[in-house]
């Protein structure tokens, strides 16, 4: 698995990012079992990156990493932990007081002395202001302290991003988390690239599957994304399935491809997914994309090309 500089933190983050949201059941029942073996079988493929919140699960998901890691018996610097502040089941909070109790939860539930991100986790319900100006400065002291490592943003709308870091001293923010804004339907997140460099910031991406669009099985019945949208993709993974191709493992790679992307989160709750989503990565590497059937898809996807949805209080 390839190793990727994330920003100007000095951590090298796997390019395929396990997405520990499935570890709290939190689109579907995951077993505590199948869990913890997930996550076995994903550092053993060279995955070092684990990314949760206590919002997935409503504090499971973090509670299961945390055994799983601990149960791998390896060196704390052998893998990077990201976690979230500011959403949780009951809804959104980033006052000071907070954010404070959440890291402390956080690193109990993970079994963990630190972690290496906090973010902010979509900040877009919240008041900017407020997590420019009480948010962020407890934050950087949380890291003063040794809780934290570095500091994220996340959220889908961009203009998010810019606001804060417009408006806090450089070096603040290192990292930032971006979904559904780096798949075959939506590559709006390449503007940014350039804008995001010159902060000095490092560049998660998550949803290469843009949230179920680019599954079988398709969409949740939530799924903010228009009727053309949802229309656009359904035609396209059927047109996959026609080839005998695997949707799922195009829109992955296309994810990865892009090297100045740290590194693509993916859900995994299993080691099939583990395994699927490693051989993505490593077919990429060997035998590159199936550009044929990718140019066909982005044929079908055109005419909703870029076009995303309003930013609502979805489940993710």
Same mark, same amino acid.
């Given at each position: 698995m390839e190793l990727r500089p994330l920003g100007n933190t000095g951590l090298k983050v796997s390019a395929v990012g396990f997405g520990a949201s499935p570890l709290g059941s939190h689109y579907s029942l995951v077993a505590e079992d199948d869990a913890i073996a997930a996550v076995r079988e994903a550092f053993r493929h060279g995955i070092n990156f684990f990314d949760t919140s206590p919002y997935y699960g409503g504090t499971v998901s973090e509670k299961v990493l945390g055994k799983a890691l601990k149960a791998l018996q390896v060196p704390r610097s052998d893998y990077i932990v990201a976690t979230k502040c500011g959403r949780? &089941?009951?809804?959104?909070? /980033?006052? !000071?007081?907070?954010?404070? %109790?959440?890291?402390?939860?956080?690193?109990?539930? @993970?079994?963990?002395d630190y972690v290496d991100i906090l973010h902010c986790h979509d900040i877009e319900f919240w008041s900017l202001d407020q997590i420019v100006s009480e948010t962020i400065p407890t934050l950087q002291k949380l890291k003063q302290e040794g809780k934290i490592r570095f500091i994220?943003?996340?959220?889908?709308? /961009?203009?998010?991003f810019t606001y804060v870091l417009d408006r806090v001293p450089? &070096?603040?923010?290192d990292v930032i988390l971006s979904y559904c804004h780096y798949s075959i339907n939506d590559s709006t997140l390449l503007d940014m690239l350039p804008y995001l460099k010159s902060k000095g910031v490092g560049v998660i991406t998550a949803s290469p599957l843009a949230m179920g669009l680019f599954t079988e099985q398709g969409p949740p019945e939530w799924h903010p994304a228009s009727p053309e949208i949802k229309s656009a993709c359904k035609a396209a993974v059927g047109h996959c399935k026609s080839k005998g %191709?695997?949707?799922?493992?195009?829109?992955?790679?296309?994810?990865? !491809?892009n090297k100045e992307i740290s590194s693509v989160l993916v859900g995994m709750g299993s080691v099939s997914e583990v395994e699927e989503n490693v051989a993505a990565f490593?077919?990429?590497?060997?035998?590159?994309?199936?550009?044929?059937?990718?140019?066909?898809?982005? !044929?079908? @996807?055109?005419?909703? %090309?870029n076009l995303t949805w309003p930013s609502g209080i979805i489940h993710k």
């Open positions: 949780y &089941g009951e809804g959104f909070d /980033f006052s !000071a007081e907070r954010v404070r %109790k959440s890291i402390d939860e956080s690193l109990e539930n @993970l079994q963990l994220g943003i996340t959220g889908l709308p /961009f203009n998010i450089p &070096g603040t923010i %191709k695997k949707i799922t493992k195009l829109a992955l790679q296309y994810s990865l !491809a490593t077919d990429l590497e060997g035998l590159g994309m199936d550009q044929e059937t990718l140019s066909e898809i982005k !044929a079908i @996807l055109e005419p909703v %090309k």
